[in-house]
């Protein structure tokens, strides 16, 4: 059975800090890695990592996979307030027919 | 933007009714998905369509729950009786080829 572990569960910072999300799976037939943030709404996407040790980076944000070790990492610098929301992450095992498994989530408070 | 579109946004009903969702997906993608999200945990597949047929439906309650794309374009969800557990986000999601996985908004569902 596919298995996806987020760790830490909850997070509390405050603005400015730097904090790093966690993800380590087991997936059958691993193809590619999602990260999404989720407010109080539907998940959006972040990041798509299908290849190991090569960063990618948006704003802020940064997130890198190795596939030796099975796990992502999601960095966040600067934080700030809006940062507040769970961050999933589903390692795909479906090919372009995506089969997503989904971690519980880190949930990211930001204070001011 | 092209987005998926669900209904309602929200919904209230007794335990023991029938309730039914609504999802339109992004024209062209082939392939839909309906997920449950309970409080606290990760979006789980309930079932996914690649066009008009079921491509994996393992984790659906067949007892009360059903699903249905007929012409391969929108699809409906549809829960009967509901129990008190089904309080829960829907998510519908669409995808087409490698190119991109797209959530809707959410129906979220309260029984009572």
């Known amino acids: 059975e596919d298995k996806v572990v987020q760790s830490p569960l909850s997070l509390v910072v405050h603005e400015g800090d730097t904090v790093t999300l966690n993800c380590s799976y087991e997936v059958t037939n691993f193809r590619s890695l999602l990260w999404y943030k989720q407010e109080k709404k539907a998940p959006t996407f972040l990041f798509m990592l299908t290849s190991s040790g090569i960063e990618k980076k948006s704003g802020r944000l940064s997130s890198i996979l190795d596939k030796k070790e099975l796990f992502s990492i999601l960095n966040i610098t600067a934080t700030q307030t809006g940062d507040s929301a769970v961050y999933l992450c589903a390692p795909n095992s479906g090919g372009s027919n995506y089969k997503l498994t989904f971690g519980k989530g880190t949930l990211l408070t930001v204070n001011p | 933007e092209a987005e998926v579109a669900q209904s309602p946004r929200y919904k209230i009903t007794e335990k023991s009714q029938a309730v039914a969702f609504w999802c339109d997906p992004i024209?062209?993608?082939?392939?839909l998905y309906w997920y449950r999200q309970i409080l606290g945990q990760g979006p789980e597949l309930l079932v996914q369509f690649q066009d008009e047929s079921v491509v994996d439906d393992s984790q659906l309650p067949k007892d009360r729950f059903s699903a249905e794309r007929l012409k391969g374009v929108d699809s409906t969800l549809k829960i009967q009786p509901a129990e008190l557990g089904d309080s829960a986000m829907y998510l519908c999601?669409?995808?087409?080829?490698?190119?991109?996985?797209?959530f809707g908004s959410g129906t979220r569902l309260t029984v009572v």
């Open positions: 024209s062209g993608h082939a392939t």
């Open positions: 999601a669409s995808s087409f080829g490698g190119s991109g996985y797209t």
